[in-house]
C-alpha cells in the first residue's frame, strides 16, 4: 500500500520560512508529477506548485517567486520550499501525487497525504 506522508509545517513570522516534506513509501517503481495543494479556512483546496517526473514545474501566482518546489526521485521525495510567507499562506498543505506505479503497469491514482499545517502569524 502507498502512502504518502508530510512534515515540515508549523507556526511562522510573516516574512519567514519554512520548508515542507513529503515522502512516498510502499512497493513503488516510479512516480509521475507530485504537487502540493492546500486549503485554507473556509477556502477550497487549490494548486500551489507541481513538478514532473522530469523537472517540469508550474506554480499558482500567488506563490511565483516566493516558493520553489523540488523533488528527489531516488528518495521518491518531494519538497516545497516557501520563502517570505504571508498570512493568507496558512492553511493545510496536502502533498499529491497523480500516478504512483507499483508495478510496471500498474498504478495507483491520486494519493494524498494526510496534510500539514502552516500557519503565518502577522
Known amino acids: 500500500q502507498v502512502q504518502l506522508v508530510e512534515s515540515g509545517g508549523g507556526l511562522v513570522q510573516a516574512g519567514g520560512s519554512l520548508r515542507l516534506s513529503c515522502a512516498a513509501s510502499?512497493?513503488?517503481?516510479?512516480?509521475?508529477?507530485m504537487g502540493w495543494y492546500r486549503q485554507g479556512p473556509g477556502k477550497q483546496r487549490e494548486l500551489v506548485a507541481a513538478?514532473?517526473?522530469?523537472?517540469?514545474?508550474n506554480y499558482a501566482d500567488s506563490v511565483k517567486g516566493r516558493f520553489t518546489i523540488s523533488r528527489d526521485n531516488a528518495k521518491n521525495s518531494v519538497y516545497l520550499q516557501m520563502n517570505s510567507l504571508k498570512p493568507e499562506d496558512t492553511a493545510v498543505y496536502y502533498c499529491n501525487a497523480d500516478k504512483i506505479y507499483y508495478t510496471t503497469w500498474e498504478y495507483r491514482r491520486e494519493v494524498w497525504g494526510q496534510g500539514t499545517l502552516v500557519t503565518v502569524s502577522s
Open positions: 510502499g512497493r513503488i517503481v516510479r512516480i509521475n508529477t
Open positions: 513538478i514532473s517526473s522530469g523537472g517540469s514545474t
